[in-house]
């Protein structure tokens, strides 16, 4: 596995991503569940990029994209939930594991913002 496949912070964001994929599967609401996706999506997506960029620099400013993606997600879980495509377990249980995942960003962020 690759280097940034060892992180915990990627690990869950893209267990996170695959749950919501399979918990979307069916949802006839198509924008929404595009988006939701995509922005779950592109957390792990974000990390990995920054990583291989080989620059301090540049691996800042794509963890600072993904935890921006991040609070999209949130945002798109919580109008889901509103919206009656996710049940109340679903929501708080994918809205925390991205709260979780945020605060890990914003770790790594400030480690190497050091």
Do not use: H
Not at 26 to 44: E, I, K, M
Not at 88 to 104: F, G, H
Request: aromatic letters at 12%; proline letters at 1%.
């Amino acid at each position: 596995m690759d280097a940034f496949g060892k992180l915990a912070v990627w690990k869950r964001s893209c267990r996170l991503s695959v749950e919501l994929y399979k918990q979307f599967r069916d949802c006839r609401g198509f924008g929404y569940r595009d988006q939701v996706t995509r922005s779950a999506l592109s957390v792990p997506s974000n990390i990995a990029e920054g990583y291989e960029r080989n620059s301090r620099k540049e691996y800042l400013r794509f963890l600072k994209i993904a935890k921006g993606s991040s609070g999209e997600l949130r945002t798109q879980l919580y109008i889901g939930f509103e919206a009656g495509f996710l049940s109340k377990e679903v929501y708080i249980a994918s809205r925390k594991e991205a709260e979780e995942i945020s605060r890990m960003l914003q770790g790594v962020i400030s480690k190497l913002q050091e």
